[in-house]
T-cell receptor, first 110, second 111 residues
């Protein structure tokens, strides 16, 4: 069966520090991969999606970036965090229409 | 935007009652999906209804789809406290377009 792992689960970072969130999927090949963000009291915002290695589409211009170095690995990064980057980050994958989500990473920028 | 919009934003009911949530969308779809999110967790897929289907059941869930009105509804029958969560609809369009989500409906089931 397919599983998705996302880490770290929680982190507190100072403004201006770098960020790296990692996500891996097991049990499937060539999945579409996604990063979403959910700010407090708001809906899910699609940040990035990828249909293959090295192929990244950005939905919202911001100081975040994403990379897909391997077929089932998706990384969300920032060189310098802003207070507004705080939120709940969700990695997800799909092969057909249904999306499967990880457990999320809580990021607090202080 | 190709996201669905859920209504109401919040719903509070007593355990045992039925809960109905609605979803509207703007462009033609291939299918529509409903997801649930428990507080502080990832979203979980509940059910998918195809554009040529009008109604679908899964356990205590009943989903309807009216493509002429570009709307869908999710009915949870005999609700339980464990159904307390946010519910999102996600219209799926042709091509490899990623799913986008609205703000969801926050359902509170009071024991």
């Amino acid at each position: 069966s397919q599983t998705i792992h996302q880490w770290p689960a929680t982190l507190v970072q100072p403004v201006g520090s770098p960020l790296s969130l990692e996500c891996t999927v097991e049990g499937t090949s060539n999945p579409n991969l996604y990063w979403y963000r959910q700010a407090a009291g708001r809906g899910l915002q699609l940040l990035f999606y990828s249909v293959g290695i090295g192929q990244i589409s950005s939905e919202v211009p911001q100081n975040l970036s994403a990379s897909r170095p391997q077929d089932r690995q998706f990384i969300l990064s920032s060189k310098k965090l802003l207070l507004s980057d705080s939120g709940f980050y969700l990695c997800a994958w799909s092969v057909a229409d249904t999306i499967y989500f990880g457990e999320g990473s809580w990021l607090t920028v202080v | 935007s190709q996201q669905g919009e859920e209504d109401p934003q919040a719903l509070s009911i007593q355990e045992g009652e039925n809960a109905t949530m609605n979803c509207s969308y703007k462009t033609s779809i291939n299918n529509l999906q409903w997801y649930r999110q428990n507080s502080g967790r990832g979203l979980v897929h509940l059910i998918l209804i195809r554009s040529n289907e009008r109604e679908k059941h899964s356990g205590r869930l009943r989903v309807t789809l009216d493509t002429s009105k570009k709307s869908s509804s999710l009915l949870i029958t005999a609700s339980r406290a464990a159904d307390t969560a946010s519910y999102f609809c996600a219209p799926t369009h042709s091509g490899n377009t990623p799913l986008v989500f609205g703000k969801g409906t926050r359902l509170s089931v009071i024991a």
